[in-house]
């Protein structure tokens, strides 16, 4: 809800400039300087249900990248921050920067698991196919973190900096891989499997991305789910051996349409180039 504060006939003008704000709250005609003060808002829910607020300076340097926010500001801290991509029209996004005294990087924090299964012919029983048992563990990943190129906001699923490795998987993110049998014999239970999870982040999976086979024989994609709001991805692969994913290039990622961005901790700063 909008509040409007003031009193002056110029009020429109800034109620319209307020309006152009994702999370503009209010605002206050200045009459000495015949300018608006717009207040936007954003806030971070825990699972308690607890609500905290947070002020951002409308005035406050809108970064287009980790390497522009430690160029212009001097900041060398890792962590949590407000960029605003070109590739995303420059809407707020919120990016953790690191390396940021060396070369930094991009990464998205998620959520929830996103997690990545290899079912390979090392965990087969005597190298045959389509037996109800395995050799375990299966190799994964499991993504705390996912590197993005900035600029197209393309994911760069072969960096493993913040994601836990079980095994020697040779997949990357996005992808799953099986090695239990020909897709066609049945009964035959298949063990790759993938989920990808962006809720809460602010982003969503490009919708024009499309997931199928990428390598196998006697394989196929199984089981693919997409929600609604386009955070979420998951499927099932089977082959003899299979490897599925996106067969479009590179997972994108855009802005989605989820209104509240849950946040770390948000800092406002006043540096210039």
């Known amino acids: 809800?909008?509040?409007?504060?003031?009193?002056?006939?110029?009020?429109?003008?800034?109620?319209?400039?307020?309006?152009?704000?994702?999370?503009?709250?209010?605002?206050?005609?200045?009459?000495?300087t015949g300018s608006c003060k717009l207040f936007s808002v954003v806030f971070d829910s825990d699972?308690?249900?607890?609500?905290?607020?947070?002020?951002?300076?409308?005035?406050?340097?809108?970064?287009?990248?980790?390497?522009?926010?430690?160029?212009?500001?001097?900041?060398?801290?890792?962590?949590?921050y407000w960029i605003y991509p070109t590739a995303i029209n420059g809407r707020?996004?919120?990016?953790?920067?690191?390396?940021?005294?060396?070369?930094?990087?991009h990464y998205v924090t998620l959520k929830y698991p996103?997690?990545?299964?290899?079912?390979?012919?090392?965990?087969?029983?005597?190298?045959l196919e389509c037996l109800s048992d395995f050799k375990g563990?299966?190799?994964?990943?499991?993504?705390?973190?996912?590197?993005?190129?900035i600029e197209n906001m393309e994911v760069i699923g072969s960096d493993y900096t913040f994601a836990s490795l079980n095994g020697s998987p040779y997949i990357q993110y996005g992808q799953a891989l099986d090695c239990n049998g020909q897709a066609l014999r049945h009964p035959c239970p298949h063990f790759g499997n993938a989920t990808i999870n962006v809720r809460e982040t602010g982003l969503a999976l490009d919708p024009t991305m499309v997931f199928g086979l990428v390598m196998g024989y006697?394989?196929?994609?199984?089981?693919?789910?997409?929600?609604?709001?386009?955070?979420?991805?998951?499927?099932?692969?089977?082959?003899?051996?299979?490897?599925?994913?996106?067969t479009t290039g590179p997972i994108r990622f855009?802005?989605?349409?989820?209104?509240?961005?849950?946040?770390?901790f948000v800092k406002s700063f006043l540096f210039r180039c």
Not at 92 to 105: E, G, M, Q, V
Not at 137 to 149: A, G, T
Not at 236 to 244: L, V
Not at 254 to 264: G, I
Request: with cysteine.
């Open 1 to 32: 809800m909008t509040i409007w504060s003031g009193n002056s006939s110029d009020l429109m003008r800034c109620g319209v400039e307020c309006a152009k704000e994702q999370y503009c709250v209010s605002l206050l005609y200045d009459k000495t």
């Open 47 to 80: 699972e308690s249900g607890n609500i905290d607020y947070w002020i951002l300076n409308q005035e406050s340097t809108r970064w287009e990248s980790c390497q522009e926010l430690a160029s212009c500001s001097g900041i060398t801290t890792d962590g949590e």
């Open 92 to 105: 707020r996004t919120k990016i953790y920067c690191h390396n940021l005294a060396s070369t930094p990087l």
């Open 114 to 127: 996103n997690r990545f299964i290899q079912h390979d012919k090392l965990n087969l029983i005597n190298g």
């Open 137 to 149: 563990p299966l190799n994964s990943l499991d993504f705390s973190k996912v590197r993005i190129q």
């Open 218 to 246: 006697s394989a196929e994609i199984r089981d693919f789910i997409r929600s609604d709001d386009g955070t979420k991805i998951s499927f099932s692969c089977a082959g003899w051996c299979a490897k599925c994913g996106p």
């Open 254 to 264: 855009q802005r989605s349409k989820e209104f509240s961005m849950f946040l770390v």
